[in-house]
C-alpha cells in the first residue's frame, strides 16, 4: 500500500482519500512546473512556497493511514519490493540513461537518487519500520524527536535520500496514528464540512499565499524554500541573517512541521467528500507522480516567463503564466492518468516480477 493508490474493494473505498490523492498529484505537477518561473517571479514563488509547506507531508500521512503495523508478511514484503522497490531501480536507471544522453557522462548510482524518485524510498523505509515503531507507548513524538534531531547531524545526508526520508518521518507515524486510534472516523471527518471549518481552512491556505507574495523577496533570499523540502542538515541549509545554526535549525523545523500539519489540516478540510468523475483517477497517481517529470524536463532546463525580472502583480503577466502552468499541470494529471498512458507504462511502473521471488 502507498501514497498513491488504496487497496481496497469500491463498495469500502472512500472518495475522499481518492479526491485528496489527485489534488495532491496536481499540486506536486504545478510545483515542479512553476519552480523555475518562481527564481525571480515573486507570485510564482509565493505559489511555490506554499504547495511545497504540505503537498509531501500530505502524502506522507495518506501512506501512514493506509500502512498496516502489525508482523511483516510474506505479501507486505513482496508488495515493498514490487510496488516501490523495482520501480525505483526502473526510474532510476532511465534517469542515469537520459543523464548520459545529454552529458555524455554515464553516472549509474542508486544511491545518490534523482529528482522525485526518493518518495518511493521512503514509502518503502516507512512501511518497513512502522511494524516497530507501532510498538513504542509514544510513536509520534519519538519520530517528532528523531526527526529534529537528525537535523544536526551532517552525516545524515542525501545517500538513498536519507536526510528526507528521516525528516518527514513523523507525518507518515501521524498518519498511522490517525487510523490506528480511529480519530477521523470519531471526529466524522470523511463527512461534509460545517461552513464555518471550510471557510477557516480556506482563509489559512489564502493567509499563507498573502504573506508568502508580500515577503517573497526576504524568504527567497534566505532560501526558505529549502526548509520545505525536508532534507540537508541546519548546518547545510541557509539560515536567515545573523542566525546561527545552534538550537534554532531544530526549533525552525518543529516549526515547519506544526506549519506543514496547519496546512495539511487545511488542504484536506477542502478535499471534496463525495464521488466525481475524476475520483477514480486518484487511484493511478503513481503514473502520474513517476512520468510527469519525463514531461516538465524541457520546461525545467529551459527559459521561462519571469526568470530575470521580480514581477509587480497585476501590471506584468507573471500571474497569467502561473495560471497557465496551475491549469497545465492539471492537463497533464489528467493525461498521464490515462488508460492508454497506464496501458503503455505498466511494465515500468507497475512491473509484474513474480518471478524474481521463489515458490514456498
Known amino acids: 500500500m502507498t501514497a498513491f493508490s488504496q487497496m481496497s474493494s469500491k463498495k469500502t473505498r472512500v472518495p475522499f482519500w481518492d479526491n485528496a490523492r489527485f489534488l495532491c498529484i496536481v499540486l506536486v505537477v504545478a510545483g515542479h512546473a512553476i519552480q523555475p518561473m518562481s527564481r525571480a517571479s515573486d507570485i510564482a514563488y509565493a505559489v511555490y512556497l506554499v504547495i511545497y509547506t504540505f503537498h509531501m507531508p500530505a502524502f506522507a500521512i495518506m501512506a501512514g493511514y493506509f500502512s498496516k503495523s502489525g508482523p511483516p508478511t510474506r505479501s507486505s514484503i513482496k508488495g515493498v ?60 513524538t519519538i519520530s517528532v524527536v528523531i526527526s529534529v534531531a537528525a537535523g544536526y547531524l551532517p552525516a545524515i545526508d542525501s545517500t538513498f535520500a536519507m536526510d528526507r526520508i528521516i525528516a518527514l518521518m513523523p507525518f507518515f507515524v501521524i498518519g498511522w496514528a490517525l487510523k490506528d486510534r480511529g480519530i477521523l472516523t470519531r471526529a466524522d471527518f470523511f463527512a461534509p464540512r460545517h461552513p464555518a471549518v471550510v471557510a477557516a481552512a480556506g482563509a489559512l491556505l489564502a493567509s499563507a499565499l498573502t504573506i508568502a507574495f508580500v515577503l517573497a523577496e526576504p524568504l527567497r ?23 546561527t545554526p545552534g538550537p534554532w535549525g531544530g526549533l525552525i523545523r518543529l516549526g515547519v512541521i506544526a506549519l506543514a500539519l496547519l496546512m495539511c489540516w487545511a488542504f484536506f478540510t477542502l478535499t471534496p467528500r463525495r464521488e466525481y468523475r475524476w475520483t477514480k483517477l486518484g487511484t493511478y497517481t503513481l503514473y502520474v507522480y513517476l512520468l510527469h517529470t519525463f514531461v516538465l524536463f524541457p520546461l525545467r532546463e529551459t527559459k521561462v516567463p519571469g526568470e530575470n525580472h521580480t514581477i509587480t ?48
Open 81 to 140: 519490493i514490487t510496488n516501490l522497490l523495482v520501480p525505483y531501480l526502473i526510474f532510476e536507471t532511465i534517469w542515469s540513461a537520459v543523464s548520459f544522453a545529454i552529458s555524455g557522462h554515464l553516472s549509474l548510482n542508486y544511491a545518490s537518487v534523482s529528482w522525485t524518485l526518493w518518495f518511493l524510498l521512503a514509502l518503502a523505509v516507512f512501511r518497513i519500520i512502522i511494524p516497530y515503531l507501532a510498538l513504542l507507548r509514544w510513536p509520534v
Open 221 to 243: 533570499a534566505d532560501n526558505m524554500q529549502r526548509w520545505f523540502f525536508f532534507r540537508e542538515s541546519y548546518v547545510d541549509l541557509s539560515l536567515p541573517e545573523n542566525v
Open 313 to 360: 502583480v497585476g501590471l506584468e503577466p507573471d500571474w497569467l503564466w502561473v495560471i497557465i502552468l496551475v491549469v497545465g499541470s492539471v492537463g497533464i494529471a489528467f493525461f498521464l492518468s490515462s488508460s492508454v498512458v497506464r496501458k503503455i507504462a505498466r511494465p515500468i511502473v507497475e512491473p509484474r516480477v513474480d518471478w524474481l521471488f521463489r515458490e514456498r
